[in-house]
């Protein structure tokens, strides 16, 4: 990230600006996202961006599309069929490079938008036909430009797996640029590495070991190399399975000081979050219990046991 301004002290995330309740749509209109707006505005900041707005189109204007040329796929005003490509192009281009000087952790867009959908956005043809295998014209180029950046749209976070994975992905890339603005050494690598080691094991055991190879390796550019492949393993799905053995391994720090009743107690907790029981706040809760009185020191610094704050409510469901 070529950020020249610090990270701060919460996630700067940019977001399609009608999720957010401005009323900046072709018919005058939002799309307020009430989670988005009013409980994770809560804990980061917001970059508003509205691609046909900031492009010198107006409010209210004509409703647009993606369309199927033949040679091309154009964004083609829906009665008029007059042709924004050129003009959306030219500021995307312009918006992403003052984009590269923000410390930008992530980016939310608005689903099936032509100018901002990541994904299935609906594409006309000349012959009346449509498929839904397009992406959005500013979001296909930001994310062309920030290939390693968390990304998602609005209509996804509802299901609560792929929220907490994308949320628990702004703080982690949070974090990152902190280290980093703090100016990168191969002790802060290291560190960076061990408190976010029970992480990656959630997500990928495998993905960890490479992780720890980089870190230990003397390869030319480790922040790079690090970086790339930390998002990569990141937007790898943390399953139950998987947290069930990180809880597991965590466990075993307590087995010399914990009695019988409070190791069965912590076996069953386990048992019900593994068999789909209980959430997987149940049993972390348990363990951060058990950290406070015990420690030891490595457990109070894993950012597993606190990935992001309590109030957003991630691990929360079963």
Known sequence: MNATSGPGDTPLVGVSSCLLGNQVRYDGGHKLDRFLRDRLGSFVRFVPVCPEVECGLPIPREAMRLVNTGDAIKLLTQKTQRDITPQMTEWAGQKIEGLKELPLCGFIFKSRSPSSGMKGVKVYTDKG??????????????????????????????????????????FVMHRWQKMLHEGFTRGRLVEFHARHKLILMAHSPSGQT????????????PAGDYHKKLMTILALKATVKKNTNVIQHIAGYFKKVLNQKEKAELVSVTEDYYNGLVPLIVPITLLKHYVMLYGPPYLENQFYLNPHPMELMLRNHA
Request: no cysteine; net charge negative; hydrophobic share 40%.
């Open 129 to 170: 036909g449509v498929t839904k295998t397009g992406v959005g014209i500013f979001a296909k180029a930001f994310m062309e430009a920030f290939p390693d950046l968390p990304v998602e749209e609005e209509g996804r976070l509802n299901d609560d797996g792929l929220r907490e994975n994308f949320i628990e992905r702004l």
């Open 210 to 221: 490479e992780l720890g190879r980089i870190v230990a390796s003397e390869t030319p550019d």
